[in-house]
T-cell receptor, first 116, second 111 residues
């Protein structure tokens, strides 16, 4: 297993365009998380899935944001009508729900979005 | 509300010990973590501690937890240039639930 993989690594888009990011978690992991990180800040929780079910969404996740994990494996995060304030690093992480006490997150390297 | 605070910068000489501090507000936090982020890289879990522990040691890393004061520290012994990174403190109530993060402490190593 090569860890958590995110694509693309970088995305530059014009304001108003739609973008989609992909995350491939560690195959044994049933939980998948999306976080957003801006410069000089820690990550902010966006949403998480257990298998294919989206169990929680942050109020940061406006209606322009949608995340899916259709088969409980990879996940996509789509941002519609991008705004300059959406510019950030989007981080994906995965874990196994039965892995108590291990601090179980494994992060991907992130997708850096720049909205111009 | 939940809040995790850290100093933004720490500068140490190579070979000295680094001590990075963190305070949190949620007394129900069960797990406390230290993550490392190098430039252009993702977040790497360094170590974690349960709230019922006072100390945890792992090679050059020592984590101290003062639950009464809600204070967590990470000590890196014999700091090396490869330790240059941003170190994040995070807390959660469950080992697989959402984490609440500090803003990170940038560790600067002086030769």
């Amino acid at each position: 297993d090569t860890g958590v993989s995110q694509n693309p690594r970088h995305k530059i888009t014009k304001r108003g365009q739609n973008v989609t990011f992909r995350c491939d978690p560690i195959s044994e992991h049933n939980r998948l998380y999306w976080y957003r990180q801006t410069l000089g800040q820690g990550p902010e929780f966006l949403t998480y899935f257990q298998n294919e079910a989206q169990l929680e969404k942050s109020r940061l996740l406006s209606d322009r944001f949608s995340a899916e994990r259709p088969k409980g494996s990879f996940s996509t995060l789509e941002i519609q009508r991008t705004e300059q304030g959406d510019s950030a690093m989007y981080l994906c992480a995965s874990s196994w729900s039965g892995m108590k006490g291990s601090g179980g997150y494994t992060f991907g390297s992130g997708t850096r979005l720049t909205v111009v | 509300g939940e809040d995790v605070e850290q100093s933004l910068f720490l500068s140490v000489r190579e070979g000295d010990s680094s001590v990075i501090n963190c305070t949190y507000t949620d007394s129900s936090s069960t797990y406390l973590y230290w993550y490392k982020q190098e430039p252009g890289a993702g977040l790497q879990l360094l170590t974690y501690i349960f709230s019922n522990m006072d100390m945890k040691q792992d090679q050059r890393l020592t984590v101290l937890l003062n639950k009464k004061d809600k204070h967590l520290s990470l000590r890196i012994a014999d700091t090396q240039t490869g330790d240059s990174a941003i170190y994040f403190c995070a807390e959660s109530m469950d080992s697989n639930y959402q984490l609440i993060w500090g803003a990170g402490t940038k560790l600067i190593i002086k030769p």
